[in-house]
């Protein structure tokens, strides 16, 4: 097997004066759909900032295309797309105009015209940021995210505030983007989203990583305890459950 595209070892990070990751660990090989599970407060955000640079980690160890992103910011910038849930825009700045902004940033980019079709933003073209609705300002951020061309990226909370038919068009996009070689680390809430399309997942508690594997491999064991267990769902929350009684 090839060297991994992202390797976090004890990831360890405090904020304000508290240990919010203790021992976060996980690899990404090339081409893989990696989610990253876990409840409000488990430390998922806080992992994805430090995939993108945004954070320095106080312990472990992260590597992103081979380099630090703390370090290489500028670098792994060319070949990380990242699409975080904070990220806002000039209330002024238009749809199209965002878009095209982003893309001049990279050698290499992505049709801006195409990129808006394929995440429904084509009629927003020349609305403002501040004018678009919840829906329509993650549709956005996803589309900055992808216009580099990027060989990685990492997409926080993916499909919050979409309706169901933009959560289907844009997983299918997601789809596509790994077929043509894209590596995801999806970090969500939604237990039919990480089954239907990520190939391994890390399971975070209280800033550890505490269980992992293929989405179909973690239903089978939980059913071995439980044969009630249908799906992802039910495994994840067996699994909270279990860590909660043995902390």
Known sequence: MSAPVIEVQHLGVRLAGKQVL?????TVQEGEIFGILGPNGAGKSTTAECLSGALRPDSGSVQVAGLAPHRNRAQIAKTVGYQLQSAQLPPALRVGEAV??????????????????AVGLTECRATPFGRLSGGQQQRLSIALSLVGNPRIVVLDELTTGLDPEGRRDILE???RMREQGL?????THFMDEAQ?????????????????GAPAELVAAARQQDPAVQDLTDAYL?????????P
């Not at 990279?106 to 801006?112: F, I, K, L, M, S």
């Not at 590596?183 to 970090?187: A, E, M, P, Q, Y």
């Not at 239907?196 to 505490?210: E, I, K, N, S």
């Open 238 to 246: 067996g699994l909270l459950e279990t860590k909660r009684r043995n």
């Open 173 to 175: 996009l997601i789809r």
């Open 100 to 117: 095209a902004l982003f893309a001049s940033f990279y050698p290499a980019p992505q049709d801006v015209s195409g990129l808006l079709e």
């Open 196 to 212: 239907r399309l990520c190939d391994r997942v890390a399971v975070l508690h209280g800033g550890t990583t505490f269980a992992g």
């Open 183 to 187: 590596s995801v680390v999806l970090i």
């Open 22 to 26: 203790h021992d976060v660990s996980f």
